[in-house]
């Protein structure tokens, strides 16, 4: 669920000079390209407080296009827990908008985004996970807010189509180019479910072309809460066990974009 665009570098095999000058506007051309791709292996993937692979890492990647006016479209991949997601193990993500430049610091995002589950099996687990969420969201410079609200039952919830997401994210760039991450986020549902806060807190660093994270991430559910629990047991994943899905963790990113 992470939307990187950023410009997509290439590079060539150089030797003469007319090769050079060739390489040379190839990078120039490359440097313009509205198109990006990016690849994360995470030791847990939280979504809103919540692993979605039983605690267990996660492999993610996806590609953006961003045009000039605005536009921009994208398509996100992550491994997720059969035994939470109605039997499906991938979670894949379309979404696509528009960003409005109010200036140099200033600007609003709107879209969608649809979250499918391939191969989840309503009948045999009782619920479809697949989700739909429009949002909108405001950023200057560093400080993000932004609304989401759910058009579907929100991952199999019944009754639960107007759930709504509020979230606030910092990023703040520090002395050696560490950059500061803070994020708080409340999940507001509808047809008496319980609602919830998470959030996150973490430092990341460009190592050789890496972007390695580190963040503490938390929530407030607990074993009294009746929607989410804090602790669950999947009857249909014997080997799964009780798993604390929303307690307080470290969590691990390495990433890159090309």
């Keep these: 669920m992470k939307k990187i665009v950023t410009a997509l570098m290439l590079s060539g095999m150089v030797g ?28 847990d993937y939280r979504f809103r407080g919540v692993s979605q692979t039983l605690n267990e890492p996660a492999i993610q990647g996806g590609f953006d296009y961003a045009h000039d006016s605005g536009v921009y479209l994208g398509f996100w991949a992550s491994n997720v827990s059969e035994a939470e997601l109605a039997g499906a193990n991938i979670e894949m993500d379309f979404y696509g908008g528009y960003n409005w430049k109010l200036n140099d610091d200033t600007s609003i995002n709107a879209g969608g985004v649809y979250y499918w589950y391939p191969g989840s099996d309503e009948g045999s687990f009782g619920f479809d996970p697949n989700t739909f969420d429009l949002y909108v969201g405001v950023t200057w410079q560093w400080l993000n807010v932004k609304y989401f609200y759910t058009t579907t039952d929100y991952f199999g919830l019944p009754d639960s189509k107007g759930n709504s997401y509020l979230e606030g994210n910092i990023n703040y760039t520090l002395p050696y180019d ?81």
């Design 178 to 258: 560490v950059t500061l991450s803070a994020h708080l986020g409340g999940t507001y549902t509808t047809g008496g479910y319980d609602n919830y806060t998470d959030w996150k807190i973490g430092v990341s660093k460009e190592f050789y072309g890496f972007n390695v994270g580190l963040a503490y991430v938390d929530s407030d559910i607990d074993d009294s809460n009746a929607t989410w629990g804090g602790l669950k047991n999947f009857s249909q994943c014997p080997t799964c066990g009780t798993k604390d899905l929303a307690g307080a963790t470290a969590v691990l990113t390495v990433g890159k974009t090309f």
């Design 16 to 43: 003469a000079p007319g090769v050079v000058m060739a390489a040379e506007a190839e990078a120039a051309a490359a440097e313009a390209s509205p198109v990006t791709a990016n690849i994360t292996v995470a030791s």
